[in-house]
């Protein structure tokens, strides 16, 4: 009997333990949910283009000033990987100093070109939708917008990019720099592959790859902190999801 006894009252907590849990769950539905009805959709996408402006005008600015890209080694611009193996046998050789201008010189073309990216973003930032808005905000992604300008806008600015780094590689003279560090040992040539024959172009693509990864850097820190780091419309939106 006692068996018996133990047995229905083991039975009833369960059942009200679980009944307690799924009125938890629903009660914090409907506060998720009327906390997401008191942010209009006027405030979503408006504080979200707030906050983008903001990140995307910290990421410019941090990589496109002198040594933005060179003294940053999360971006610092290296030799192409084709050329990387024979980095040792060149300095070896007494070419150190070639090396390591040419490698300054990608990156100040880097930097030269980064500001013209402030305008398309801009424009990107402008087009979006709504919806594209409270995707972005609530994909749960921390790079969610950074995708989202990785297909609106890295076509456009690759055609940007690539003649300001020509045009900057020809005043300072890239190629003639990549010509000199080689020239002497032709030989150590003959390892060089695409990225390395097609140098504006291996420029241009790293350009692209640090400005996304600063960017992406700024929307993980708005979403992580939107207190210190937004406008008062943004806190009230990443309000929701914190």
Do not use: C, H, W
């Amino acid at each position: 009997m006692r068996l018996f006894n133990f047995l229905i009252l083991f039975t009833a907590l369960i059942v009200l333990s679980e009944t307690t849990s799924a009125q938890t769950r629903r009660t914090t539905a409907r506060q998720t949910s009327t906390r997401t009805q008191t942010v209009s959709n006027a405030d979503i996408s408006g504080g979200l283009k707030d906050a983008l402006f903001q990140g995307v005008r910290n990421a410019v600015g941090e990589l496109g000033r002198e040594n933005g890209f060179f003294d940053n080694t999360r971006v610092k611009i290296p030799l192409p990987k084709s050329l990387q193996k024979i980095e040792k046998p060149l300095r070896f050789a007494g070419q150190g100093k070639r090396v390591d201008d040419f490698v300054e010189a990608m990156n100040r073309a880097a930097e030269r070109a980064v500001p013209e990216a402030t305008d398309i973003f801009i424009d990107s930032i402008k087009q979006m939708s709504f919806n594209d808005a409270r995707n972005i905000l609530f994909s749960g992604q921390d790079d969610a917008a950074t995708q989202f300008f990785r297909r609106t806008s890295e076509a456009r600015l690759r055609q940007k990019f690539r003649p300001i780094v020509e045009d900057f590689t020809e005043q300072v003279g890239v190629t003639q720099k990549y010509k000199q560090m080689i020239g002497r040992y032709g030989f150590l040539g003959q390892v060089a592959g695409q990225d390395a024959t097609d140098l504006d172009g291996y420029v241009t693509e790293k350009a692209l790859d640090g400005l996304f990864l600063l960017i992406a850097d700024e929307e993980r820190k708005i979403r992580r902190d939107p207190i210190g780091r937004t406008t008062s419309i943004l806190r009230k939106v990443f309000g929701i999801l914190r």
